[in-house]
């Protein structure tokens, strides 16, 4: 017999760069797989749906998850439902992702962050596997984090910004000013993608291992690590995102966590074996997208 | 008939320079209460045991549960489960609370933070009825952090420790260092109670109001408790402790939080009707002992 959870369900990672839509049951069974630059909501919605209506031609799907950037509406009794609020993408805020998939396919559809979706993919195949408590966090073009406590996903008043909290900042040694367009020197002002492009006026791909801008960006990231240690005291931290691929800079991470706590956690999964405290994803890229899958499935 | 909820329980907050302990139902229903110096481990724990003893000869109590500073060992399944670990209170290092009241008292004994504790009975009694996710701060001596996500009370590794994250210090403005023994001028090491007297030279309740150190104070937490809202997401910032007694501080910390936040966090609760998102405790001084009996009744 076939279990429930895997239920043929179709799954979408929403980013502000580019759209990734699957079909599946699980990381085994992937059974389609497209993506397309995000353009506009319309185009991109209109593509998405292009995509499963041929997928459900094959055979049915149970459900849609979407694994979204944000920040969302996820309170479901407001009518603004499954939207994006405030972003600063261009055409992108107030629409309602949730609801334009729906009208367009008629199955169920959940949505949840990306962070939060790739939590649940985590914990379901990946780096997460019996864990109650633990985080996602991403650090690419932005900076974000999400996860699983108490063993559901945070929500809360909306869902959490572990982008946007502010952490310490030395002129001296790093006068730019942040790239937050509303905090400034935020985490995310200091660390995303975006931070360093305008810091050094190249792409982070482009900025060899040995330049001091990594270990700057190790710096900043432990103290937002050890931050969010201190406040969730988490089981296990992933850390997944375009930027995570630099050569050591994963490594480097690690060791500025233990030297900012200075065995005030005094664990032994932090102070001995921190090299499985602070992971990459179990899924990979693929975290976002399988987890928008998991949430389908979890949904049913 | 009373509900099991409404059992006849003791409840013991400990903290690092008074004990409280307690008989009764509820916060309308405190049968007995003594407090006294924390003493050395051996002496503060006979007196806690003598006093339930007395109160156990006028009639039985269910269970008994503590809400003690920390940090704590929560692991049921370690060797030193319910020992007080790393502080750096004199003789506590390492004394099993836990046991200690178990083995003079032959009834059940559950143990969790101050501010868990606290979390539960501002839950059941207080300022969080109805709520699944949200903190409990105390900004006293030390300062602490706990809470309730997804229902349930905050562990995951060991416990949150919010009182320990970094947040930007500007020399130029503040040169004090931070009190700190772990981190220096953590969130603790800026803004406690310890933190003032070390850097003004004086009991924060000998500092008037008017006074700059205020700002200064308000400036730090709320600094801190945005960090918590965008890590978090909390429903709702209950903010305890000795020195929020200060006239003019809750209300110079919620105004900071929303200038910090920077409407990012789009939400009526934040940028609308904040008076009712951080809020002072519902129970008063009593949120932790009698979170302590609500930890009790839960556990029975």
Known sequence: MKSISAQLCGGIEAGGTKIVCVTGTGPDDIRAKTQFTTATPEETIGKAISFFREEIRKGPLAAIGIASFGP????????????????????????????????GLDIPVFIDTDVN?????EQKWGAARGLDAFIYLTVGTGIGGGGIINGRMMHGLIHPEMGH??????????????SCPFHGDCLEGLASGTAMIKRWGKAPEDIPPTHPAWQLEADYLATGIANFIGTLSPQRIIVGGSIMKKQGLLLAVRNKVKISLNNYVNSPEITENIDNYIVPPGLGDLSGVLGAIALAQQNI
């Open 72 to 103: 969302l509406d996820l309170n479901e009794k407001s009518p603004t439902y499954g939207c994006i609020t405030a972003t600063p993408k261009p055409g992108w805020a107030n629409t309602n992702l949730l609801k334009g998939i729906q009208k």
């Open 117 to 121: 979706g790739a939590s649940l993919g």
């Open 165 to 178: 909290i502010r952490i310490p900042h030395d002129y001296k040694i790093d006068p730019f000013p942040g």
